[in-house]
């Protein structure tokens, strides 16, 4: 809860109040025990429930952040000094509209919104170089130094050195950096995403991905769509599911979504999976622990929503309930494979988007020439970042220069990079023809 742990402090008793008896006894043990399972378990509801409604505002005032594209390098707006008036400035007792978000004032994951300082740019885009020319070594070793100075103030490179650890498939540096991380900056760490399977880089999909949108209630009348769904697995190797637009469940439609999971993971697909995080806490909001006589549907959802997301300790507290609720063994945790999600775009409704493939070397021309022909048809270039690990340094000005023409009609979004690739794409002024989103920590 990092954007409200900045308020935490000891509640001051007004003068005259006596301290309750209860709050003087803190640390002996309490005398109202909590009788039985089924207290125990409302007890459990109801700390869980404040949980979701604190993560739910920071998720609303987050989501200006992680669905805003990043400015330049030393562009943010410039405000003016305290006490220079403004144009349009009154004089009356109304104190002046803030033009800042609430979450630049609360200081929490500054992160998007605060471009990075003009004098740490070079040593970002030295490291984005090197990268990009498959000299991984240097570029870790730097950003390692960086840490020290840089790092001290500047998230961007620690994000950076996450994502190479992610395309390296190093997990425990990863882990060893996320808690020097959460405590440099007081948040809660990052967590590792399992990355392609070494060896796989040439062999991952590129091109246009069939999308299926979830929207409203998911309940018995998805079944049309979910038949429409497997019948694209049958032509497509690749899908992308939308998840962040549903507003409520039900049983039947939660088996429904389980069913066809389970189809999908059986034929071996990959998924792109957007809004997991958002349809995991509705589904968690629908159930109760101790009610027997309720559906496992929404509980094995749960479950699969959670192994999706790669939530090992989150999958294995929920397993727990469920046996506790349904006297039932419940299903073992499984490493998730072929699948990768993502963040709910919060645009106008989109079937189809293009995905880049994991790395985009020199002579990519046959890419570039699919990427035209998508722009034929799309109203929108939404381009597909979740698998692309590197570009090369001289494909990505190739690339920019076949995207300047189809820029001048339409517009362009690169969505879920990863830090290394949008500090490449900065410094190459992609900024001029698309809107650069790299995805959050």
Same mark, same amino acid.
């Given at each position: 809860?990092?954007?409200?742990?900045?308020?935490?402090?000891?509640?001051?008793?007004?003068?005259?109040?006596?301290?309750?008896?209860?709050?003087?006894?803190?640390?002996?043990?309490?005398?109202?025990?909590?009788?039985?399972?089924?207290?125990?378990?409302?007890?459990?509801?109801?700390?869980?429930?404040?949980?979701?409604?604190?993560?739910?505002?920071?998720?609303?005032?987050?989501?200006?952040?992680?669905?805003?594209?990043?400015?330049?390098?030393?562009?943010?707006?410039?405000?003016?000094?305290?006490?220079?008036?403004?144009?349009?400035?009154?004089?009356?007792?109304?104190?002046?509209?803030?033009?800042?978000?609430?979450?630049?004032?609360?200081?929490?994951?500054?992160?998007?919104?605060?471009?990075?300082?003009?004098?740490?740019?070079?040593?970002?885009?030295?490291?984005?170089?090197?990268?990009?020319?498959?000299?991984?070594?240097?570029?870790?070793?730097?950003?390692?130094?960086?840490?020290?100075?840089?790092?001290?103030?500047?998230?961007?490179?620690?994000?950076?050195?996450?994502?190479?650890? @992610?395309? %390296?498939? *190093?997990?425990? #540096? /990863?882990?060893?950096?996320?808690? =020097? +991380?959460?405590?440099? &900056?007081?948040? !809660? $760490?990052?967590?590792?995403?399992?990355?392609?399977?070494?060896?796989?880089?040439?062999?991952?999909?590129?091109?246009?991905?069939?999308?299926?949108?979830?929207?409203?209630?998911?309940?018995?009348?998805?079944?049309?769509?979910?038949?429409?769904?497997?019948?694209?697995?049958?032509?497509?190797?690749?899908?992308?599911?939308?998840?962040?637009?549903?507003?409520?469940?039900?049983?039947?439609?939660?088996?429904?979504?389980?069913?066809?999971?389970?189809?999908?993971?059986?034929?071996?697909?990959?998924?792109?999976?957007?809004?997991?995080?958002?349809?995991?806490?509705?589904?968690?909001?629908?159930?109760?622990?101790?009610?027997?006589?309720?559906?496992?549907?929404?509980?094995?959802?749960?479950?699969?929503?959670? @192994?999706? %997301?790669? *939530?090992?300790? #989150? /999958?294995?507290?929920?397993?727990? =309930? +469920?046996?506790?609720? &349904?006297?039932? !063994? $419940?299903?073992?945790?499984?490493?998730?494979?072929?699948?990768?999600?993502?963040?709910?775009?919060?645009?106008?409704?989109?079937?189809?988007?293009?995905?880049?493939?994991?790395?985009?070397?020199?002579?990519?021309?046959?890419?570039?020439?699919?990427?035209?022909?998508?722009?034929?048809?799309?109203?929108?270039?939404?381009?597909?970042?979740?698998?692309?690990?590197?570009?090369?340094?001289?494909?990505?000005?190739?690339?920019?220069?076949?995207?300047?023409?189809?820029?001048?009609?339409?517009?362009?979004?690169?969505?879920?990079?990863?830090?290394?690739?949008?500090?490449?794409?900065?410094?190459?002024?992609?900024?001029?023809?698309?809107?650069?989103?790299?995805?959050?920590?």
């Amino acid at each position: 809860m990092g954007i409200f742990s900045i308020f935490k402090g000891k509640k001051q008793q007004p003068d005259g109040v006596e301290t309750p008896a209860e709050s003087r006894l803190r640390g002996e043990p309490s005398r109202l025990i909590l009788d039985g399972d089924a207290e125990r378990a409302r007890q459990r509801e109801i700390a869980r429930a404040t949980a979701a409604k604190i993560d739910a505002i920071e998720s609303a005032m987050a989501d200006d952040i992680f669905n805003t594209p990043e400015p330049a390098w030393g562009s943010g707006a410039r405000r003016p000094r305290p006490g220079q008036p403004r144009p349009g400035d009154d004089d009356g007792d109304t104190l002046p509209m803030l033009e800042i978000a609430t979450t630049e004032l609360l200081a929490d994951d500054f992160g998007l919104e605060a471009p990075v300082h003009a004098e740490t740019a070079p040593v970002i885009e030295e490291i984005a170089i090197m990268f990009a020319n498959d000299q991984i070594a240097v570029a870790e070793q730097m950003l390692l130094e960086s840490l020290r100075d840089v790092g001290r103030t500047e998230r961007t490179v620690w994000w950076m050195l996450f994502d190479l650890y @992610q395309v %390296m498939g *190093r997990q425990d #540096d /990863f882990d060893n950096v996320a808690i =020097d +991380y959460a405590s440099q &900056f007081e948040t !809660s $760490p990052p967590t590792w995403s399992p990355p392609i399977a070494p060896g796989a880089e040439e062999d991952t999909f590129a091109g246009v991905t069939p999308t299926e949108v979830f929207a409203g209630v998911l309940d018995a009348q998805v079944a049309p769509r979910m038949e429409r769904l497997l019948a694209l697995a049958d032509s497509s190797q690749v899908l992308r599911l939308e998840f962040g637009r549903i507003q409520d469940v039900t049983p039947e439609g939660c088996q429904l979504m389980l069913d066809t999971l389970a189809a999908l993971k059986k034929r071996e697909r990959e998924l792109i999976v957007a809004g997991a995080s958002e349809l995991e806490k509705l589904v968690r909001s629908t159930i109760t622990i101790g009610q027997r006589d309720a559906s496992e549907a929404p509980w094995l959802l749960l479950l699969t929503l959670l @192994q999706l %997301m790669n *939530r090992e300790k #989150d /999958f294995e507290e929920t397993a727990m =309930d +469920y046996c506790v609720t &349904f006297e039932l !063994s $419940p299903p073992s945790f499984e490493t998730p494979q072929h699948v990768a999600t993502t963040n709910t775009i919060t645009a106008p409704m989109r079937t189809e988007c293009f995905m880049l493939p994991s790395v985009v070397n020199s002579g990519a021309s046959a890419l570039f020439d699919a990427i035209d022909a998508y722009a034929e048809q799309a109203p929108t270039l939404l381009i597909d970042c979740s698998r692309l690990a590197r570009v090369d340094y001289g494909a990505a000005s190739a690339m920019l220069n076949r995207l300047r023409p189809i820029a001048a009609e339409k517009k362009i979004e690169f969505r879920d990079m990863n830090h290394l690739v949008a500090a490449l794409f900065r410094l190459l002024s992609y900024s001029e023809v698309a809107r650069l989103f790299p995805h959050k920590y």
